[in-house]
C-alpha cells in the first residue's frame, strides 16, 4: 500500500517563497520515482519536478527552473519542493506522485504514475 500526503501549500506574495513536503508511505522499490505535478483551473495537469532515487537524477520543467528546488531525504520517505521567486501563473493545485524506475522515469507523462496524493493548493496573489 503506498500512500502520499502533500502539504505546505497555502497563500502567498508574488516573490515569496513556499516549502512543499510529500510525506511517503509504502514499499520502496515502487517509489523510486517522485514527480511533482500541478493543475491550474481550466489547464492540463504539467509535471513540474522529479526526482529519482535509482538514477540520482533530478527535473524541471523550463518555467521553474533556478526558481524551484527538488530534494529527498536520505530514507526516501519525505520529498520537498522548495519554491522561491514565486509567480501569479504557479498559483494550481501541487500533486505528488510516485511510481517504480521500471514503470516511470522522471519527465515522463503524469499517466505513467500509478500512485497520486490528494494534492495541496499554492496560490500566488497580492
Known amino acids: 500500500q503506498v500512500q502520499l500526503v502533500e502539504s505546505g501549500g497555502g497563500l502567498v506574495q508574488p516573490g515569496g517563497s513556499l516549502r512543499l513536503s510529500c510525506a511517503v508511505s509504502g514499499f520502496s522499490s515502487v517509489t523510486d520515482t517522485i514527480g511533482w505535478f500541478r493543475q491550474a483551473p481550466g489547464k492540463e495537469r504539467e509535471g513540474v519536478s522529479c526526482?529519482?532515487?535509482?538514477?540520482?537524477?533530478?527535473y524541471y520543467t523550463d518555467s521553474v527552473k533556478g526558481r524551484f528546488t527538488i530534494s529527498r531525504d536520505n530514507a526516501g520517505k519525505m520529498v520537498y519542493l522548495q519554491m522561491n521567486s514565486l509567480k501569479p501563473e504557479d498559483t494550481a493545485i501541487y500533486y505528488c506522485?510516485?511510481?517504480?524506475?521500471?514503470?516511470?522515469?522522471?519527465?515522463?507523462?503524469?499517466?505513467?504514475?500509478?500512485?497520486w496524493g490528494q494534492g495541496t493548493q499554492v496560490t500566488v496573489s497580492s
Open positions: 506522485a510516485a511510481g517504480p524506475a521500471w514503470r516511470v522515469l522522471c519527465g515522463q507523462d503524469y499517466s505513467r504514475y500509478p500512485y
Open positions: 526526482i529519482s532515487r535509482r538514477l540520482d537524477t533530478t
